[in-house]
């Protein structure tokens, strides 16, 4: 949702969805059926050829097949990409903002940023940090996702959610 307000802005978003919907496309209720259920790429044994991931998605596939593959079975749209970013932060008057800080500190370091490729697939944070082989083989790293100002995503986020479940599910 958020890359086609990116793309298509306020007025044309909607559109963009309405085309979806009468084309067929479908919504189910999390990624975990969307990619193994309905997807009828990889392991999936649905019948739509695409689904909504994440551009680490290839590089799991190589990871966890048996027998590993020499490609990555499934691929990464990478002009449709929406940059998602995770955070973490000490909260204002935190009780114990010193253990806090540490734990930030830790997870802003090199080797936790390092690990966290095969942990929870995801890129990491932290500029310069490698990653393993698989991810710059059979990965993709969007040179310049979508994204939107976090302010504007918190002032509108309710209002979108209302306006697509109405587009696309009602």
């Known amino acids: 949702m958020l890359a086609t307000i990116a793309e298509f802005g306020e007025k044309g978003w909607r ?3 309405r085309e979806l919907r009468s084309g067929g496309v479908e919504v189910v209720d999390g990624w975990e059926q969307a990619y193994n259920s309905s997807f009828s790429g990889s392991a999936g044994k649905g019948d739509r050829p695409l ?3 994440y551009a680490t998605s290839p590089p799991a ?4 097949a048996d027998p590993r593959p020499s490609s990555a079975p499934t691929g990464v ?4 990409c929406f940059r998602q970013i995770e955070g ?4 204002k008057n935190a009780p114990n903002a010193a253990n806090a800080k540490l734990l930030v500190d830790f997870m802003i370091s090199k080797k936790f940023q390092s690990d966290l490729p095969l942990q929870m697939f995801v890129l990491p944070a932290r500029l310069g940090t490698e990653v393993p082989p698989e991810f710059a083989e059979f990965g993709a790293t969007p040179k310049d996702p979508y994204s939107l100002e976090p302010r504007k995503i918190a ?6 959610i209302e306006q ?3 587009t696309v599910l009602r």
């Open 15 to 17: 559109d963009y969805w």
């Open 51 to 53: 689904v909504v991931s």
């Open 61 to 64: 596939e190589v990871i966890y």
């Open 77 to 80: 749209l990478t002009k449709t």
């Open 88 to 91: 973490v932060a000490v909260l």
């Open 155 to 160: 002032a509108s986020r309710d209002r979108w």
């Open 164 to 166: 697509w479940t109405d």
